[in-house]
């Protein structure tokens, strides 16, 4: 029997740092490797650097174990290690729709450079299409003569939230570009998850590139395509969480993923379908890019909406008006900020002269850092108190489990925009409530007819 490969990580972020820490409950020796310190030692400690449900326990418990260790010497990490994955960022450009590559690729160089024996690569960033065939050329450029090394794709799916059990118990795997050696080495790797049933696609490079960005182009679609009917309820007098509850009961369909409202964020589904449009135009495949465009313009479409809501609600201006927004981070359960639609809407009304209290369970301090002159809460109740307008912008439990009647003595203005469609509307409606839902006709609601009117004719 082979000894049991070695794992080096190479990347801390989100992706790295629950790859890193699963692999090592899996009973692997695993270190990880992040160029910034800081990150580092917080890791070294058992610390998560994000907040992320689950992974500090899993950290703490397989660094106490000795099977995790956490540096910033990429070399040292590869001479320990058998099998390298990647699992760097690729952000979205400055000034551009294209993917920023310059991480994976100084990955790929600096763990071929430092082999010092035979290994396996293994990509999980999210990256266009035919970046592994490139990654090939670069480490076979790199790699020190007489070592064998080989370059696979892995990619990864995990949501944040749920990234520790999406990474042990993933729907499926895809293996990229994998010769027989490769490819046993990777099913010993997870050989749990496959013994407990997960299917295992094996792909060429270019088409497990694909699966992960198209799964993420499908899943934003998906959204807005809700979001485009919601439009319609709005001026039809429907309402889309009923329809979205009947589409849902088609298999073909199901109700996940169509949740009307203020649409997709974080730093996933807006840049990868933006790099999707770059990488299709530069590959000549125009539907494509068509489709791609039109889901992030109905995407965007709606932070617009809520800000004319608001507009609309407080009487075609918010100068001076106090408004509470409840929510800053793009999801519940994270701490997460990148590319918000609720920080974007809070940020838009306060350039328009609103005085502006968010208040969010998690995210106060990644959302005061990008917007240092937002005003923040440290309670709902903080932030509602004296409030004209209320708009709801991240669904966390506590804004959905919430006492409108005791929240209503707060405020100065009684009207909620739920940019989420997550509040019991009838129930905020029945305590004296004005509820604004995005594509629901507001039950009891006064500004019925203004809704009307606000939806855009073409
Ligand atoms: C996503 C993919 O789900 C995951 O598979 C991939 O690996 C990374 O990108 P994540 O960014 O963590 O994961 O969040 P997700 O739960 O997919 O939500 C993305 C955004 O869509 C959020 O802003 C969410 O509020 C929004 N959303 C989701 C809706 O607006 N409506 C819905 O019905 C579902």
């Known amino acids: 029997d082979q000894p049991a490969p070695r794992i080096s990580v190479i990347g801390t972020g989100y992706l790295g740092a629950t790859h890193a820490a699963a692999m090592a409950e899996l009973g692997f020796d695993v270190v990880g490797v992040d160029t910034d310190p800081r990150k580092v030692e917080e890791l070294k400690e058992g610390r998560a650097p ?6 500090p ?3 703490r418990r397989n660094v106490a174990a000795g099977r995790l260790t956490f540096t910033t010497d990429l070399a040292e990490a590869v001479a320990v290690s058998d099998v390298h994955f990647i699992c760097v960022g690729t952000p979205q450009q400055s000034g551009s729709f294209a993917a920023n590559l310059s991480y994976v690729e100084a990955a790929a160089r600096g763990i071929a450079e430092n082999l010092t024996h035979d290994g396996l690569i293994v ?7 035919g970046t592994g065939a490139r990654l090939r050329a670069i480490v076979a450029d790199a790699v020190p003569a007489g070592i064998d090394v080989e370059l696979v794709w892995n990619p990864e799916f995990l949501r944040e939230g749920k990234a520790v059990d999406d990474t042990l118990s993933p729907d499926r795997l895809v293996f990229g570009g994998t010769s027989a050696k490769a490819e046993a080495t990777l099913r010993r790797i997870y050989e749990k998850p496959i013994s407990e049933g997960c299917p295992v696609l094996v792909a060429d490079l ?15 679609t998906k959204i807005s395509f809700i979001n485009a009917i919601a439009e319609v309820c709005d001026a039809a007098g429907a309402d889309v969480s009923l329809l979205a509850d009947a589409l849902g009961h088609d298999v073909r369909i199901g109700r996940q993923f169509l949740n009307a409202g203020l649409g997709f964020g974080g730093g996933c589904l807006p840049k990868d379908i933006r790099a ?51 929510g800053a981070a793009f999801k519940p359960h994270t701490d997460d900020v990148r590319d918000s639609p609720a920080l974007n809407v809070a940020a838009a009304l306060h350039l328009r002269g609103a005085q502006v209290v968010v208040y969010d369970p998690q995210a106060r301090e990644t959302a005061q850092r990008l917007y ?23 669904e966390w439990d506590e804004f959905t489990t919430a006492d409108p009647a005791g929240l209503r003595e707060l405020v100065r203005g009684r009207t909620v925009i739920d940019g989420r469609n997550c509040l019991d509307a009838a129930a905020w409606n029945r305590a004296g409530w004005s509820v604004l839902a995005m594509g629901t006709v507001p039950e009891l609601a006064p500004l019925a007819d203004d809704l009307a009117a606000l939806a855009p004719v073409r």
């Open 372 to 394: 240092p002159t937002l005003g923040y809460a440290d309670s709902m109740e903080e932030a509602l108190t004296g409030a004209d307008l209320t708009v709801v912008l991240t």
């Open 123 to 129: 990509g999980k960033s999210t990256v266009p299409v």
């Open 206 to 220: 270019p088409t497990a590139e694909l699966v992960k960005v198209s799964a993420n182009a499908f899943l934003a």
């Open 57 to 59: 326990e899993l950290i």
């Open 50 to 55: 994000f907040f992320e449900p689950g992974l």
């Open 276 to 326: 999707l449009m770059y990488r299709s135009n530069e590959l000549g495949a125009h539907a494509a890019v068509g489709l791609l465009q039109q889901v992030d313009e109905i995407n965007m479409g709606r932070r617009q909406r809520v800000i004319d809501l608001a507009l609309k609600a407080l009487g075609g201006s918010v100068l001076n008006r106090r408004i509470g927004v409840l």
